[in-house]
Every structure is written in structure tokens, then in C-alpha cells.
């Protein structure tokens, strides 16, 4: 059964609200049934409304056919043998938190005892993070660049960092009443090149469609790279290309990609230090999770764990695989 959230109401909180609604393990169960039927329990197979919890198991059990519902199905949580309020708090600190969360500080402060567990818990909510942001496309002006990841990133810009993994950024982009530049929503790839193909297939994904249907994204602003101009020539996009003559003028002229490239940066050299390149993509799409939602930050907690309730989860075997 699915959580229905057409429309939920994200609460603001903080550490102390939070720590005064979610005290107990009930606590974090209540939310989860309130959540799964804001309208009082109600069986999927017969629609009665009385119900018994099954002792601690997230199960009610349907008083008239005995049907059993989870509170967790479908959600991050299911089956898992970790107590709630660990989740709950790991995903406020997840949420919360500017530059991401040392998973090794995070395992000491929740006590869990196997380092594993806490760092596939932080993978689900990183999946869910991911899944709620792939829902948005881009429109309008979108900027455009790419960076590079590397172990031993030595921050040169240029395509020729073939050992490195290529980034590519798009940030869509608005102007207000005022007529100042605002940075829109952002998307972020680990890719494989930077060759107009790539490069138009993940424009694709993010807003402009392959047939007469009007593209949401009208204009691509870039450093006037071939890919992009081929693909702007391929989509019937204009094109805005700024003039690079030093690489340090890129921060001001593509400067929302270059402002998430800088939290990426950042990240990937406090917390998540040391990123494998199966990873990179979900410790990406975290940093953009936060990026567009840096005006929400009071209802950041409760935003996320919306989120982790309606998410396809991945497993620990998918995980761990070595691929
Ligand atoms: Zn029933």
C-alpha cells in the first residue's frame, strides 16, 4: 500500500522540537501510522477501521479478516532491525545539516555497533533524496558545466582529466521582479564523458523532450564547449555562451553551477572523504537534495522523512555488490 502525500504539510522544527516529539520508539511508530492513514486505520482488504497493533512489530492486524498491514512497507524503515528513533534521528542530522554528516561520528553518538548498518541506512535516505528531486525538471535558461572528481584532484579545469570522474551540472535559472538572478533547481550526473550525446540525453531527462513537444528548457547558458553547442543546435535551444579567458572568472559567469560545484567540493573532502566511484553519484545527488532546498531549512527534517516514507529503497546486497 502506498503513503498518500498529494499534498503534505511540512512542519518546521528544530533540535528541541524535535527531540520533544520524537522522544520513544512509539513516538516514531505514531508518526509512521498518522502518516500511513491520516484518516484512522483502515483495512486494504475490507475497509474495516478496527484494528489491533501487533505487539511491537509496525503490524495492525484488521479485527474484522485479520489482514495485516505494515506501517513500514514500502518505506526506508521496512523489516529493518534498527530501532526508529536512530533512523529518525539520522535523518534529522541529515537533514539539518549544512555539509552532510560524518557517518563514523554518527555511529558512536546512536551506538550502533556495526558500521555497515549505519552507512546503508545513510545510503537509503541518500536514495530517497535522490528519488524526490529526479521527480522535478528543469525550465527556461539552464545553466551548464562540468567539473571533475578525482582522488587526487588537483582542481585543473579541462576535459583531458581522463582518470577523474566527470561531473555535469544544470542549474535552471530566473530572474526576479527586481531583475536579479535567482539559481532555480539543480541536477547533478556523474557521467561517463562530456560529448554532446551525454550531454543530450541528461537535457532530455531534465525537461526537454525528443518530439514537437514544446521543451520546458528554452536556453542553455555554457562555455561554449562543442557538446553544448551542438546540442543546443540539436534541440532548437538559444544559446548563451559566456567568454572564459581565466578559469577563475567562471565563478561569476556560470556562477550557480560553480556555487555547486563548490558544495560538492566541500563535501567530498570533509565527511564523505574518500567517495568509490560506485557511490559518487548518491553523495552527489545529496549535495543537490540540500542545494534546492536551502530556503526550507526549518522544515528540512520533516521534508526528508516525507520523503524516506514514499521512496523505492534500495537493498544492503545492492549496496554492498562490488561492482
Ligand atoms: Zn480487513
Redesign the pocket.
Given at each position: 500500500m502506498e503513503y498518500q502525500q498529494a499534498r503534505p504539510e511540512y512542519k518546521d522544527m528544530n533540535l528541541l522540537l524535535f527531540q520533544e516529539e520524537f522522544r520513544t520508539e512509539d513516538d516514531c511508530r505514531q508518526w509512521l501510522f498518522h502518516t500511513r492513514w491520516p484518516k484512522g486505520f483502515q483495512?486494504?482488504?475490507?475497509?474495516?477501521d478496527n484494528y489491533t497493533q501487533i505487539s511491537t512489530r509496525n503490524l495492525y492486524k484488521?479485527?474484522?479478516?485479520?489482514?495485516q498491514a505494515s506501517s513500514t512497507s514500502g518505506t526506508i524503515f521496512h523489516k529493518t532491525k534498527t530501532p526508529l528513533l536512530k533512523w529518525f534521528w539520522l535523518i534529522f542530522r541529515m537533514a539539518t545539516s549544512k555539509t552532510g554528516v560524518s557517518i563514523a561520528e554518527m555511529q558512536r553518538e546512536l551506538e550502533i555497533r556495526d558500521y555497515k548498518t549505519i552507512w546503508v541506512m545513510a545510503h537509503k535516505i541518500r536514495k530517497a533524496m535522490a528519488d524526490r528531486d529526479a521527480q522535478y525538471k528543469l525550465a527556461g535558461l539552464v545553466e551548464i558545466d562540468e567539473s571533475f572528481y578525482g582522488p587526487s584532484t588537483s582542481h585543473t579545469r579541462g576535459r583531458g582529466a581522463e582518470n577523474k570522474a566527470k561531473l555535469i551540472i544544470a542549474v535552471s535559472v530566473w530572474t526576479d521582479e527586481d531583475g536579479e538572478e535567482k539559481p532555480g533547481f539543480a541536477h547533478a550526473f556523474v557521467a561517463n564523458d562530456a560529448s554532446a550525446e551525454t550531454i543530450g540525453s541528461i537535457l532530455q531527462r531534465l525537461g526537454v523532450p525528443d518530439d514537437e513537444i514544446t521543451p520546458l528548457i528554452d536556453a542553455i547558458r555554457t562555455d561554449g564547449w562543442q557538446s553544448y553547442k551542438a546540442v543546443a543546435k540539436g534541440f532548437g535551444l538559444v544559446h548563451h555562451r559566456v567568454i572564459l579567458t581565466d578559469p577563475k572568472d567562471a565563478m561569476k559567469l556560470l556562477p550557480w553551477t560553480h556555487q555547486l560545484i563548490a558544495n560538492a567540493k566541500s563535501v567530498f573532502s570533509g565527511p564523505h572523504r574518500g567517495v568509490s566511484a560506485k557511490h559518487l553519484q548518491s553523495y552527489l545527488s545529496e549535495v543537490c537534495y540540500r542545494f534546492n532546498r536551502r530556503f526550507w531549512h526549518r522544515q528540512a527534517f520533516h521534508r526528508l522523512l516525507t520523503a524516506c516514507v514514499s521512496t523505492t529503497t534500495v537493498t544492503r546486497n545492492e549496496l554492498l555488490a562490488h561492482t
Amino acid at each position: 500500500m502506498e503513503y498518500q502525500q498529494a499534498r503534505p504539510e511540512y512542519k518546521d522544527m528544530n533540535l528541541l522540537l524535535f527531540q520533544e516529539e520524537f522522544r520513544t520508539e512509539d513516538d516514531c511508530r505514531q508518526w509512521l501510522f498518522h502518516t500511513r492513514w491520516p484518516k484512522g486505520f483502515q483495512c486494504a482488504r475490507c475497509g474495516h477501521d478496527n484494528y489491533t497493533q501487533i505487539s511491537t512489530r509496525n503490524l495492525y492486524k484488521c479485527s474484522n479478516c485479520a489482514y495485516q498491514a505494515s506501517s513500514t512497507s514500502g518505506t526506508i524503515f521496512h523489516k529493518t532491525k534498527t530501532p526508529l528513533l536512530k533512523w529518525f534521528w539520522l535523518i534529522f542530522r541529515m537533514a539539518t545539516s549544512k555539509t552532510g554528516v560524518s557517518i563514523a561520528e554518527m555511529q558512536r553518538e546512536l551506538e550502533i555497533r556495526d558500521y555497515k548498518t549505519i552507512w546503508v541506512m545513510a545510503h537509503k535516505i541518500r536514495k530517497a533524496m535522490a528519488d524526490r528531486d529526479a521527480q522535478y525538471k528543469l525550465a527556461g535558461l539552464v545553466e551548464i558545466d562540468e567539473s571533475f572528481y578525482g582522488p587526487s584532484t588537483s582542481h585543473t579545469r579541462g576535459r583531458g582529466a581522463e582518470n577523474k570522474a566527470k561531473l555535469i551540472i544544470a542549474v535552471s535559472v530566473w530572474t526576479d521582479e527586481d531583475g536579479e538572478e535567482k539559481p532555480g533547481f539543480a541536477h547533478a550526473f556523474v557521467a561517463n564523458d562530456a560529448s554532446a550525446e551525454t550531454i543530450g540525453s541528461i537535457l532530455q531527462r531534465l525537461g526537454v523532450p525528443d518530439d514537437e513537444i514544446t521543451p520546458l528548457i528554452d536556453a542553455i547558458r555554457t562555455d561554449g564547449w562543442q557538446s553544448y553547442k551542438a546540442v543546443a543546435k540539436g534541440f532548437g535551444l538559444v544559446h548563451h555562451r559566456v567568454i572564459l579567458t581565466d578559469p577563475k572568472d567562471a565563478m561569476k559567469l556560470l556562477p550557480w553551477t560553480h556555487q555547486l560545484i563548490a558544495n560538492a567540493k566541500s563535501v567530498f573532502s570533509g565527511p564523505h572523504r574518500g567517495v568509490s566511484a560506485k557511490h559518487l553519484q548518491s553523495y552527489l545527488s545529496e549535495v543537490c537534495y540540500r542545494f534546492n532546498r536551502r530556503f526550507w531549512h526549518r522544515q528540512a527534517f520533516h521534508r526528508l522523512l516525507t520523503a524516506c516514507v514514499s521512496t523505492t529503497t534500495v537493498t544492503r546486497n545492492e549496496l554492498l555488490a562490488h561492482t
